[in-house]
């Protein structure tokens, strides 16, 4: 089957995320969850030179990626694939203790799958991950708090990564609820720390701390967290005074020899869809938000120690 004929099928059908939501309701609770993403300046553009960019996460309390978060980050996306000065692009957050984090689980499932495809093809969220790997501007992830879920995946496909040393945690959390990543980490974690160490990631859902993603590979370094700010601005000041076709020109053919096909990017974001749809992912995702998954700090800045209290699920 083709991956479009492959998307189509699963994007029919009809379960929401919200259904923990109204679980929790009818459980007696008196207050119903609210989608944490309505914003409507989660992302934030700050153009410091015509040829330096930062793109600000701003969704407190947790920086939760949701289906309104999509063309907020697309028109950064397209106009760091259109400016015809724009160099380097630095991704950073001004929430403390969060980065960016995992998708948000209360709106209904249509409000994602109902998206159009974006430019590659490709659904909104993998087809904006693509675009930042292929836009011939160098991108720059500068991780100071909890880069999970969404987070990770969008550190990944960022040119370069760089994680304070004390505050960073990068995760793919997605195996503790029942789900399949969908943002392209099976195929760019293996490329970036190989095999084993991507499975350890993927399959334990286990936070990775700073110092050890850099061990890994999984960043480029991991800095005291007094010396991230002042490093990544240096670095992404020197590179914004580079000849604009040489650093595409260069990224391109990087880009052809380490980069995933957009068909296996693809199949990911049909396995997250077809994932979230399965009996066994809607019970542990109950049971999250039970818990208080997207309403407490503890939940959120401790999900390795939440995912592992979860009972058994259906199948």
């Known amino acids: 089957m083709k991956l479009h004929t492959l998307v189509a099928a699963i994007l029919a059908g009809s379960l929401v995320f919200a259904a923990p939501a109204r679980a929790q309701k009818a459980s007696g609770s008196s207050v119903a969850l609210k989608s944490a993403t309505d914003a409507e300046d989660q992302v934030r553009l700050t153009r410091v030179t015509p040829e330096y960019w930062r793109v600000t996460f701003h969704n407190p309390p947790y920086n939760i990626y949701g289906p309104k978060t999509m063309p907020q980050l697309n028109e950064v996306v397209t106009a760091l694939e259109t400016d015809p000065r724009v160099r380097v692009v630095v991704f950073e957050s001004d929430v403390p203790d969060f980065f960016l984090t995992h998708y948000d689980f209360v709106p209904p499932l249509t409000d994602t799958t109902g998206l159009p495809d974006g430019a590659t093809g490709l659904p909104p969220l993998p087809d904006m991950l693509v675009r930042i790997s292929k836009a011939p501007v160098v991108s720059i992830a500068s991780i100071r708090g909890r880069a999970t879920g969404v987070g990770s995946e969008l550190a990944l496909a960022s040119d370069m990564r760089?994680?304070?040393?004390?505050?960073?945690?990068?995760?793919?959390?997605?195996?503790?609820?029942?789900?399949?990543?969908?943002?392209?980490?099976?195929?760019?974690?293996?490329?970036?720390?190989?095999?084993?160490?991507?499975?350890?990631?993927?399959?334990?859902?286990?936070?990775?701390?700073?110092p050890t993603a850099e061990r890994y590979g999984y960043v480029n370094r991991a800095l005291p967290d007094a010396e991230l700010d002042a490093f990544v601005e240096t670095m992404a000041r020197?590179?914004?005074?580079?000849?604009?076709?040489?650093?595409?020109?260069?990224k391109r053919i990087v880009d052809d020899s380490s980069l995933p096909s957009n068909e296996q990017i693809g199949a990911e974001w049909a396995g997250f869809i077809n994932s979230v749809q399965r009996p066994a992912a809607q019970q542990r995702v109950k049971q999250l938000m039970e818990l208080g998954l997207q309403q407490k700090p503890d939940v959120e800045k401790r999900l390795p120690e939440y995912t592992g209290k979860l009972g058994g699920t259906a199948d």
Do not use: C, H, Y
């Not at 990068?170 to 160490?197: D, K, N, T, Y």
């Not at 020197?238 to 260069?250: H, L, N, T, V």
């Open 162 to 210: 760089f994680a304070s040393r004390e505050k960073a945690v990068l995760s793919q959390w997605e195996i503790a609820a029942g789900l399949v990543p969908g943002g392209g980490p099976m195929s760019r974690l293996p490329r970036l720390v190989g095999r084993g160490r991507a499975l350890e990631v993927l399959l334990t859902g286990n936070d990775i701390d700073g």
């Open 238 to 250: 020197r590179i914004s005074r580079f000849d604009k076709q040489a650093i595409a020109d260069i």
